[in-house]
């Protein structure tokens, strides 16, 4: 699927994979053009975009800037790119609940500004808000629905708009660094990689929370990134009927920097609490106290009657590229022919990456790029098959077809051996890359019972040595010694 060797050249270079770079990849891949992408991680999906809740928002409480426009298209888009792709969504809907009378008479405010806004929503009174949501504070006063809130996995997305770009004519290399630019007449004359240099006159920069450092190198120094983390929690999937809906406290302030979080579900039902936001140390720092902890679940447990928090599944945390002076997207071109950025994109950039990339073609166009659709190119893409979603027919069916689909390998969520296999056929060559494209390793036991039955798989395909194997990329190898 991903190409190993980095070609000489390319009309078009991208850097960075995560869902902004692939989905840029599929709008460029409609076109009569030579386009590589690239990316320093093992996989796509793998930087910003595997930080995300995965929350496709109705709207930016902030109606300014490019974020905010971008947001209220890219939201309607998800419809249609779930069909195309082959991608989970759902539009769960998201109540905005006043819990005192100083929320509810700031709740009427928002409410009459939202349809100011011409967001469609509607206004639900306290009964029938312990209708829709019987474990709702016993304090929730009203509350305002917005249907059009939604949830998808970003990382899934990421990999299908990488999919549907190779399936187009893309070439995607990963694990590929950049050391330099060619630049000449301040033109891009070509990108210099670990992997050797292309030759190219244009290069899109997503690298996401590298994004800055990749201006550096092309002499661009006008904007300072800070580093915003979000720590997220999972709880058990035992406690997923507890509640239907994104249901966030209603603020008295807006905090310009943050949406301010809300408890919601994964497109799989898991209940999903946070994010906070805290300056990151770094990059990469991902790490997770148990403050942030407690100051998610302080912060969220009031808007419920009831819940057991001590039944955590797992934590993460994901790093924000935020541009200190804009505190918006940086879509453009540059001081430097040919560079144009796809950067700083911070939340809710998973939300508008569908119109983000339509963004971008219309500013390589208005740069002086000619392009040509293509007679033939395929939107649609499908997704690796899984019994999760079959009845006792189908999968039987399916079994009759392929007796892999006949072995379990993942209790927890029910992932067989033939989805591990399809999911390395397609380029997975860590635990990680499975455990995206599967489910894998992410249920109750998450990977004690199933992580060697994947290993001696992914060994069996591909061929890879024990010492080998990673959990993602360099630096994680699973087995040490001999």
């Given at each position: 699927?991903?190409?190993?060797?980095?070609?000489?050249?390319?009309?078009?270079?991208?850097?960075?994979?995560?869902?902004?770079?692939?989905?840029?990849?599929?709008?460029?891949?409609?076109?009569?053009?030579?386009?590589?992408?690239?990316?320093?991680?093992?996989?796509?999906?793998?930087?910003?975009?595997?930080?995300?809740?995965?929350?496709?928002?109705?709207?930016?409480?902030?109606?300014?800037?490019?974020?905010?426009?971008?947001?209220?298209?890219?939201?309607?888009?998800?419809?249609?790119?779930?069909?195309?792709l082959?991608?989970?969504?759902?539009?769960?809907?998201?109540?905005?609940?006043?819990?005192?009378?100083?929320?509810?008479?700031a709740?009427?405010?928002?409410?009459?500004?939202?349809?100011?806004?011409k967001?469609?929503?509607?206004?639900?009174?306290?009964?029938?808000?312990?209708?829709?949501?019987?474990?709702?504070?016993?304090?929730?006063?009203?509350?305002?629905?917005?249907?059009?809130?939604?949830?998808t996995?970003?990382?899934?997305?990421?990999?299908?708009?990488?999919?549907?770009?190779?399936?187009?004519?893309?070439?995607?290399v990963?694990?590929?660094?950049?050391?330099?630019?060619?630049?000449?007449?301040?033109?891009?004359?070509?990108?210099?990689?670990?992997?050797?240099?292309?030759?190219?006159?244009?290069?899109?920069?997503?690298?996401?929370?590298?994004?800055?450092?990749?201006?550096?190198?092309?002499?661009?120094?006008?904007?300072?990134?800070?580093?915003g983390?979000?720590?997220?929690?999972?709880?058990?999937?035992?406690?997923?009927?507890?509640?239907?809906?994104?249901?966030?406290?209603?603020?008295?302030?807006?905090?310009?920097?943050?949406?301010?979080?809300?408890?919601?579900?994964?497109?799989?039902?898991?209940?999903?609490?946070?994010?906070?936001?805290?300056?990151?140390?770094?990059?990469?720092?991902?790490?997770?106290?148990?403050?942030?902890?407690?100051?998610?679940?302080?912060?969220?447990?009031?808007?419920?009657?009831?819940?057991?928090?001590?039944?955590?599944?797992?934590?993460?945390?994901?790093?924000?590229?935020?541009?200190e002076?804009?505190w918006?997207?940086?879509?453009?071109?540059?001081?430097?022919?040919?560079?144009?950025?796809?950067?700083?994109?911070?939340?809710p950039?998973?939300?508008?990456?569908?119109?983000?990339?339509?963004?971008?073609?219309?500013?390589?166009?208005?740069?002086?790029?000619?392009?040509?659709?293509?007679?033939?190119?395929?939107?649609?893409?499908?997704?690796?098959?899984?019994i999760?979603?079959?009845?006792?027919?189908?999968i039987?069916?399916l079994?009759?077809?392929?007796?892999?689909?006949?072995?379990?390998?993942?209790?927890?969520?029910?992932?067989?051996?033939?989805?591990?296999?399809?999911?390395?056929?397609?380029?997975?060559?860590?635990?990680?890359?499975?455990?995206?494209?599967?489910?894998?390793?992410?249920?109750?036991?998450?990977?004690?019972?199933?992580?060697?039955?994947?290993?001696?798989?992914?060994?069996?395909?591909?061929?890879?040595?024990?010492?080998?194997?990673?959990?993602?990329?360099?630096?994680?190898?699973?087995?040490l010694?001999?």
């Amino acid at each position: 699927m991903f190409a190993e060797e980095l070609p000489s050249e390319a009309d078009i270079v991208i850097i960075g994979c995560g869902v902004i770079g692939c989905a840029i990849a599929r709008e460029l891949s409609r076109y009569k053009l030579n386009v590589v992408a690239i990316d320093k991680e093992p996989d796509v999906g793998w930087g910003v975009t595997k930080g995300s809740m995965g929350w496709i928002h109705p709207f930016v409480p902030q109606f300014k800037g490019i974020k905010s426009k971008l947001v209220l298209e890219g939201n309607e888009r998800y419809d249609k790119l779930s069909d195309e792709l082959d991608v989970p969504f759902r539009r769960y809907g998201l109540l905005i609940v006043a819990l005192s009378f100083i929320q509810f008479l700031a709740l009427i405010i928002a409410y009459l500004y939202l349809k100011f806004r011409k967001i469609k929503i509607r206004w639900i009174r306290k009964k029938r808000l312990r209708e829709i949501e019987p474990f709702i504070s016993s304090k929730a006063k009203a509350a305002i629905f917005v249907p059009s809130a939604g949830v998808t996995d970003p990382v899934k997305l990421a990999i299908a708009y990488a999919e549907n770009a190779v399936e187009n004519g893309v070439k995607i290399v990963l694990n590929t660094k950049v050391t330099g630019l060619r630049i000449e007449n301040n033109e891009i004359r070509g990108v210099i990689t670990n992997k050797g240099e292309i030759k190219t006159r244009w290069v899109i920069n997503s690298a996401g929370v590298f994004s800055d450092e990749i201006e550096k190198i092309a002499g661009i120094t006008k904007r300072k990134m800070w580093h915003g983390k979000g720590v997220m929690v999972i709880f058990d999937p035992v406690l997923g009927d507890m509640y239907h809906h994104l249901i966030a406290p209603m603020p008295i302030r807006l905090d310009p920097r943050t949406k301010g979080g809300a408890i919601g579900l994964t497109v799989d039902g898991l209940p999903i609490w946070g994010p906070n936001l805290v300056e990151a140390d770094g990059k990469s720092d991902v790490s997770v106290s148990k403050d942030d902890i407690d100051m998610i679940i302080d912060k969220f447990k009031p808007l419920l009657r009831f819940f057991p928090k001590n039944l955590i599944l797992k934590y993460y945390a994901g790093v924000r590229p935020v541009d200190e002076t804009s505190w918006d997207f940086v879509l453009g071109p540059t001081e430097i022919k040919g560079f144009i950025n796809a950067s700083y994109i911070l939340s809710p950039g998973l939300t508008a990456a569908p119109v983000i990339a339509e963004r971008i073609i219309e500013i390589l166009q208005s740069e002086g790029l000619k392009l040509e659709l293509k007679k033939r190119y395929s939107p649609f893409r499908r997704d690796i098959k899984s019994i999760r979603d079959m009845n006792i027919e189908e999968i039987d069916k399916l079994i009759q077809q392929n007796n892999d689909y006949g072995e379990i390998i993942c209790l927890c969520n029910n992932v067989t051996k033939a989805e591990i296999i399809e999911a390395i056929r397609r380029g997975a060559r860590t635990i990680d890359s499975i455990k995206f494209r599967t489910g894998a390793c992410m249920g109750r036991c998450q990977g004690s019972r199933c992580l060697p039955k994947i290993i001696d798989i992914l060994v069996k395909e591909t061929g890879m040595n024990l010492n080998e194997i990673t959990l993602k990329g360099a630096g994680s190898e699973i087995f040490l010694g001999d």
